[in-house]
Each structure stands twice: as C-alpha cells, then as structure tokens.
C-alpha cells in the first residue's frame, strides 16, 4: 500500500483544515487506517484510527470533539477534519495502515507509513 498525504498548511489558532491520504497498491478495504503526527523534537505519536469497515473510530484524547476520522472506499481516501485547531496541534501529521478490521495505537503495528504532511497552527 502506497500512501500519500495532502492538504497541511499554515493556519491560525481555531481555524480548520482537512487532511486527506491517498491510498494505492493492495486492495484498501482490508486495512485499518490511522492518523498520527510528530511535533518537532517529540515521538511520533498516535491521533485517531478507523476500522477497515468503517464501523469504529478511534480518538486519543486531546483531538476528541475537534477531529474526525472518516474514508471513502470507493475513492480510497481517508480524511483527517481538524477543527478549533490550537498551536500545540502542529505537526508534521502522517498517514498510516495495518491490516484486519481492528485499531491498534502502536506505531510499530503499522504497516505502512506516508512520508507526511505538516501542519502549523499560529497562536
């Protein structure tokens, strides 16, 4: 699976942006697609992750209620809604995929990565 992210970008604290990730390669139903980011001199760290059904979605904790997870099958795309975005959001944010039709958190369970696309939100 090729994955390539677009639509980061510069923007001011409680704007919006919408992340997409393109999708390619092995059939995108059977993978269970993720999003996380790594902010500068930090891990990488989990965001959010939705089921190859779609059916379960997945937040951690600091994006509840201001992200949303979604994909579109028939287009092999997932989305990343960011809304009331905050400084400490930005990030370079990746896209990621593990196969079967259950979320895992870990990094090192993914097996597949985009190379990312950065996000800067100005306070």
């Known amino acids: 699976v090729q994955l390539v992210e677009s639509g980061g970008g510069l923007v001011q604290a409680g704007a919006s942006l919408r992340l997409s990730c393109a999708a390619s390669g092995r059939p995108f139903n059977g993978y269970t697609m993720y999003w996380f980011r790594q902010a500068p001199g930090k891990e990488r760290e989990y965001v959010a992750g939705i089921t190859s059904s779609g059916g379960w979605r997945d937040y951690v904790d600091f994006v509840k209620g201001r992200f949303t997870i979604s994909r579109d099958g028939a287009e092999n795309l997932v989305y990343l809604q960011m809304n009331s975005l905050k400084p400490e959001d930005t990030a370079v944010y990746y896209c990621?995929?593990?196969?079967?039709?259950?979320?895992?958190?870990?990094?090192?369970?993914?097996?597949?990565w985009g190379k990312g696309t950065l996000v800067t939100v100005s306070s």
């Open positions: 990621a995929a593990s196969p079967g039709n259950f979320i895992q958190r870990r990094n090192s369970a993914m097996n597949y």
